[in-house]
């Protein structure tokens, strides 16, 4: 499951992958390229893509398939309902609290 923690996996470019991360995580509404990966729309993602997306389209479709919630995409509504699920985490301030050693 994709989490705040996660690593971007190689051959996904580090700003698409923070951006779905962003979108997984806080629910937070994705730019339009990954608006159309998400909505299951390849036409308009392969038109929406940057050359570093469009040749990692694959491995983001297998990344979202394997590492994402059901529920998040698939379709323009799923990612319109994710999108509009109230989050607590959207505007909360994350503490790191470092772990103690016994």
């Not at 937070?28 to 038109?47: C, K």
């Not at 529920?71 to 609290?97: T, Y």
Request: proline share 8%.
């Amino acid at each position: 499951m994709l989490t705040a923690n996660s690593q971007c996996p190689q051959g996904i470019p580090q700003e698409t992958f923070k951006a779905l991360q962003n979108y997984v995580v806080n629910h937070r509404a994705p730019g339009g390229f990954l608006a159309a990966l998400l909505s299951n729309n390849l036409m308009e993602t392969v038109l929406m893509s940057n050359l570093d997306n469009r040749q990692s389209i694959p491995l983001i479709f297998e990344y979202v398939l394997h590492h994402c919630p059901g529920n998040c995409w698939g379709s323009p509504e799923a990612v319109e309902k994710w999108v509009s699920v109230p989050n607590r985490n959207k505007f909360a301030l994350h503490l790191v609290v470092p772990e103690l050693g016994g």
